[in-house]
T-cell receptor, first 117, second 110 residues
Framework: GAVVSQHPSWVICKSGTSVKIECRSL??????MFWYRQFPKQSLMLMAT?????????EQGVEKDKFLINHASLTLSTLTVTSAHPEDSSFYIC?????????????FGNGTRLTVT | RKEVEQDPGPFNVPEGATVAFNCTYS??????FFWYRQDCRKEPKLLMS???SGNEDGRFTAQLNRASQYISLLIRDSKLSDSATYLC???????????FGSGTKLNVKP
């Protein structure tokens, strides 16, 4: 089945630094990828939708200059958390659906647990 | 009104019990339906897609009622390993967007 790979699985960084998270679709071409964030004991929250070759669409309240999304190829999307602060510590999960399958479910990466100290 | 609504639970059931979750969605144009399970501190994993005629996978049965705009998941013979949060997800093709319920927490007790 379709697989989405996300890297790294976890990262600890110092406040003020930037962190890049990669998301790859391994056996299908993802024209769209979805980035979610989840705080402990809360629901998944959609942050943005990345579109291959064009600008990402951000959800209301998500700062596009802080969460930079690049979707340069049909199999790779990256999320960069710029100037990270402790309140950015969260579980970030990417996902994609197979555009070749009208009834495709959403395939999730394993998630990245970010801790900002 | 939320696009997808679920009872957050928790549902506390003994091993071997049958438990059912319901989920309602607000937009009749919704086109694909799914149940995911999410374990603590993990990503959601697809449990099953939900088809109009209903479908079964082992101990799990999913039903879709388009007229009433609800989806159900039935778990028979609950196992301890079924303890998780179950997410109802709806996809709207024209918007290319997935809508998530807040999840229903299930605790299966020995």
């Amino acid at each position: 089945g379709a697989v989405v790979s996300q890297h790294p699985s976890w990262v600890i960084c110092k406040s003020g630094t930037s962190v890049k998270i990669e998301c790859r679709s391994l056996d299908f071409q993802a024209t769209t990828m979805f980035w979610y964030r989840q705080f402990p004991k809360q629901s998944l929250m959609l942050m943005a939708t990345s579109n291959e070759g064009s600008k990402a669409t951000y959800e209301q309240g998500v700062e596009k200059d802080k969460f930079l999304i690049n979707h340069a190829s049909l199999t790779l999307s990256t999320l960069t958390v710029t100037s990270a602060h402790p309140e950015d510590s969260s579980f970030y999960i990417c996902s994609a659906r197979d555009p070749g399958d009208r009834y495709s479910p959403l395939h999730f990466g394993n998630g990245t647990r970010l801790t900002v100290t | 009104r939320k696009e997808v609504e679920q009872d957050p639970g928790p549902f506390n059931v003994p091993e071997g019990a049958t438990v059912a979750f319901n989920c309602t969605y607000s937009n009749s144009a919704s086109q694909s339906f799914f149940w995911y399970r999410q374990d603590c501190r993990k990503e959601p994993k697809l449990l099953m897609s939900v088809y109009s005629s209903g479908n079964e996978d082992g101990r799990f049965t999913a039903q879709l009622n388009r007229a009433s705009q609800y989806i159900s998941l039935l778990i028979r013979d609950s196992k301890l390993s079924d303890s998780a949060t179950y997410l109802c997800v709806v996809y709207r093709y024209n918007f290319n967007k997935f809508y998530f319920g807040s999840g229903t927490k299930l605790n299966v007790k020995p």
